[in-house]
């Protein structure tokens, strides 16, 4: 039993049960550097006790959070034990350590770390989009939080949404992204409209089709969230826009080529883009990013920026046939219409998308019929992912905290 009210030594191997409080039982494992942990109707867990030292957020140990933070990995020894603790409060578990320093602990973030983190499961989708695709109305999303969080959750999920009813001024598009996060500057300016030209600079100033892509895979970083504004579109004229769920595809080469998405994984294909005496960008990198975990975080792929590879003669390295099947097998399964969502953009329409989850094409149009001008932008995925924490804290607290896909990693 507890010697003391709630207030319970510690000792290796020990339990302490305390029946009174009913929230929360605290024991210290065998091995002495982890304390093992039970929750009301929990199976018991562990938990490192020198990470429990070195989560404490105390005024002298400062907050991780805002940075202003002044205990170091080093200053806690792999030694540190817990001298005793106290769960009589349920709102907070006292700890105190061998050297005299007392901590408070939330029981729920005790409770989210023992189980783990969890990790967001994007929502995959092919064709079957149209039925799912979330959209948003422009005056809704500038002047209400909780219609900006949907469009932001939507996001999270399906990696794009729509937002309906924009209005055509450049500063509109700029308004609108602009509550998105800070509008990336690029080579080509903040805003950059797409209008077939008979001197074109690069492809998508042209009538031609495009196989589905993301833009700009030879940076180190591409860019994150695109913004597609339609200001005119001609009816029946082609120029259908073709979006395609980059990790689904991933996931299909997973399950039924192994081998090849293995090599999208690891080996790493070079893009790049060179404007001779302006700009000259080349990227060593992966088309398939996994996380730690093995799960798909983020995709490179665009079949006009790729170089010509390095062929590396000696065997077992000499895997350029097997890269050239890998790449030819992924730009397969994006032309498959199952995978597409086809949609014939409308003015005042704006796709939004993340450009290291969704592949972006469109079909040819005849630009003598009507002339095609789609206005574009970006914001970086991090300023993104942060506005839907940061809103998350008040419309759906229970999302803040889960680990996002986190894009394409080089
Ligand atoms: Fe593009």
Known sequence: MMPDDHISPISSGQSNCDQSSGHIVLEISNEGDR??????????????????????DCEICGDTHSGKRWLTPNDVPASVRLESFDVSNPEKVRVTWD?????????DFLLRYAEGIPRFQPDHWGSDLSGKIGKFSFSSVVDDDEALFGSLWALRDHGIMMLTDVPTDAEDTMRIAGRYGPIRETSYGKVFDLISL?????????????????????????????????????????????????????????????????????????????????????TEAHVISLDSKGQVTGIRFNDRCL??????????????????????????????????FQHQIQPGEMLVFDNQRILHGRSAFDPTIAKRHLRSCNIDRDAVHSAFRTLARRFAPQEAEQVLYQGAIL
């Open 307 to 340: 170089a010509p590879q390095e062929v590396l003669q000696v065997a077992p390295e000499d895997q350029i046939d097997d890269l050239i099947a890998a790449l030819a097998e992924y730009t397969r399964l994006v032309c498959l219409p199952e995978n597409q």
């Open 35 to 56: 304390i093992a942990l039970e929750f009301d109707g929990k199976a018991s867990t562990c938990l490192s006790t020198r990470w429990l030292r070195l989560a404490c």
């Open 198 to 282: 008979p001197e074109a600079r690069v492809a998508g100033e042209t009538s031609r089709a495009q196989i589905p892509h993301t833009d700009e895979p030879f940076r180190y970083s591409p860019p994150g969230f695109i913004f597609f504004h339609a200001i005119k579109t001609g009816a029946h004229m082609g120029g259908t826009s073709l979006m395609v769920d980059g990790f689904y595809i991933a996931e299909q080469m997973r399950a039924q080529t192994p081998d090849l998405f293995e090599i999208l994984t690891r080996h790493g294909v070079t893009f790049h883009r060179e404007h001779a005496g302006e700009v000259f960008f080349s």
């Open 99 to 107: 050297d005299g320093h007392i901590s408070h602990y939330d029981p």
